[in-house]
């Protein structure tokens, strides 16, 4: 720590606030920390260029929040001495006293890459250009809304990465109208992966039924689970055995043989030749023990 003061709240700028996320459950566990044991940490801030008497927040921001909720007037402040690029840089490369999130260190990067080259964001933060890049374009990828929606803990980055974004570039009122839903009706991961998959082979009035009514094909997901469950239930573990497993391997060694003349052409390099034939050998092995298994059974049966 560099300089620790205690400093009145209203001292403080919040100045990178809409770029950080909003966890409401962590935030009521640091309530209840502080008030029970004090702030044990002190926030991070920069003197504010040209203001006397004003300092920038660089980290800390919920442990000032979780402060104002409990009607303090005062935060410790490790004051650095530096200027706010050379403290969010400084902050970005140790990290803050709680991970950053992905989002967060993205935000941020497009806060400074306004100011610095991506090579020199790189160096300071001891990362490659690619990385910051990739960071870089995780924020660009998001329309606004969805940023919003997930900054403000209303949604998981994953959904909103992996689901809204796509779903926005191939139509935008399609991915706002999800939005708006799980909102009100969340899904689990992994029930909005299986509406995604769904939504992609879909007729286009199939898409519009999904994402206007969300809760009702997590329903259908519901019930068609449960049938699978009693069909395996009523199957009992022989029906498992021919009707699933038994198939599954048939399947495999179909596939195996179809590709037995392209992997073991005469053109096949003899290494290469030799690390597939060990792990044939190995499956092997595995089927001797099961002929072995069902032969031990056969002679009890006796």
């Known amino acids: 720590m560099e300089n620790v003061l205690h400093l009145d709240l209203h001292a403080l700028i919040p100045r990178f606030a809409p770029l950080r996320l909003r966890d409401p459950a962590r935030l009521a566990r640091l309530v209840a920390s502080i008030e029970q044991k004090g702030q044990l940490i002190p926030v991070v801030a920069v003197p ?17 929040e979780a402060l104002q909720r409990l009607g303090e007037d005062r935060i410790w402040v490790d004051v650095w001495a530096r200027s706010v690029d050379e403290a969010l840089l400084a902050s970005l490369a140790r990290g803050p ?9 993205a935000a941020l990067i497009a806060e400074l890459s ?9 160096r300071e933060l001891g990362r490659d250009v690619s990385w910051v890049s990739r960071r870089l374009n995780l924020i660009k990828a998001l329309p606004e809304d969805l940023l919003d929606a997930v900054r403000t803990g209303r949604i998981p980055l994953w959904a909103a990465t992996r689901i809204l974004t796509p779903l926005a570039r191939a139509n935008a009122a399609h991915a706002r109208t999800l939005l708006a839903q799980l909102e009100q009706q969340p899904l689990s991961t992994r029930e909005l992966g299986r509406l995604y998959e769904q939504y992609r082979q879909a007729s286009k009035v199939q898409r519009r039924r999904l994402v206007e009514n969300p809760a009702l094909f997590r329903k259908a997901l519901d019930s068609r689970d449960q049938a699978t469950a ?16 038994l198939r599954v391997v048939s399947a495999i060694i179909e596939r195996l043989l179809g590709q ?17 034939l060990k792990a044939f050998a190995a499956a092997t092995a595995q089927f001797q023990r099961l002929e072995r298994a069902l032969a031990e059974s056969a002679s009890h049966d006796r």
């Not at 504010?48 to 000032?64: N, P």
């Not at 006293?97 to 260190?105: F, G, H, P, Q, Y």
């Not at 395996?232 to 497993?245: F, I, Q």
């Open 114 to 122: 306004s100011r610095h080259s991506l090579q020199a964001i790189a």
């Open 97 to 105: 006293d709680r991970a950053w999130e992905a989002i967060e260190e």
């Open 230 to 245: 009693d069909k395996r239930l009523a199957a009992g573990p022989e029906g498992v055995w021919y009707n699933k497993d």
């Open 260 to 276: 037995v003349p392209t992997l073991f052409a005469p053109i096949q390099e003899v290494a290469e030749r030799e690390r597939l």
């Open 48 to 64: 504010a260029a040209g203001t006397a008497g004003q300092w920038v927040l660089i980290d800390g921001y919920r442990r000032r």
